[in-house]
Structures are given as structure tokens and as C-alpha cells.
């Protein structure tokens, strides 16, 4: 059974930063296409940054240049690195796994807010 404990969510205010992490378990982490997404309130759940097991690496427009998604396969962790917040970036922010085979889980997520 996959497990996500996400962590690093919080109040910010315009400017500062946040990291998050996901640490995973309950599959081989390794493997998966890892992706952070994000839902504000009454808006779609869109996808913020993935990164495969090779590291590739994508990013949303909206986040360029601003957020770095990264991972640690011996800690089986995830993480993102918010610099330059805004408050357009409040949401709710998920963990997500995904394989090739049609695999996918999601973490329970950790809310970022930033105000001022």
C-alpha cells in the first residue's frame, strides 16, 4: 500500500520561500514519474513540476524559473523548492506517483498560503 507523508507547507509571505517534501513508501519509488500538483480553492488540480526516474525535469509556465523539483530515490523522498512566492501560488499541494504500467497514487497534501 502506497504511503506519502508531505511535509513543509505553510504561511509565507510574498516573496519568501518553502520547501516541501514527500517521503514515500509502500513501492519502489525509483520507478515512478514523480510530480507535485497543486488546487486552489473552487480551481482545477493543476500540475506544477514532474520528474522522472532519469531526472527530467518539467515544469508549469506559471512556476518557471522559480520552483525546483527534485529527489532523493535513497531516501525515497521528493521535494520542491518554492523561491519568489506569490500569492496567485496558494493552494493545496499533492504528491503524486505515477508508472508506466497505469500505477498512480497521490499524497493527502499540505497547504501553502502566502500573504502578507
Known amino acids: 500500500q502506497a504511503q506519502f507523508v508531505e511535509s513543509g507547507g505553510g504561511l509565507v509571505q510574498p516573496g519568501g520561500s518553502l520547501r516541501l517534501s514527500c517521503a514515500a513508501s509502500g513501492f519502489t519509488f525509483s520507478s515512478y514519474v514523480m510530480s507535485w500538483y497543486r488546487q486552489a480553492p473552487e480551481k482545477e488540480r493543476e500540475l506544477v513540476a514532474s520528474?522522472?526516474?532519469?531526472?527530467?525535469?518539467n515544469y508549469a509556465d506559471s512556476v518557471k524559473g522559480r520552483f525546483t523539483i527534485s529527489r532523493d530515490n535513497a531516501k525515497n523522498t521528493l521535494y520542491l523548492q518554492m523561491n519568489s512566492l506569490k500569492p496567485e501560488d496558494t493552494a493545496k499541494y499533492y504528491c503524486?506517483?505515477?508508472?508506466?504500467?497505469?500505477?498512480?497514487?497521490w499524497g493527502q497534501g499540505t497547504q501553502v498560503t502566502v500573504s502578507s
Open positions: 520528474i522522472t526516474s532519469t531526472d527530467s525535469r
Open positions: 503524486n506517483a505515477f508508472h508506466w504500467s497505469g500505477e498512480i497514487y
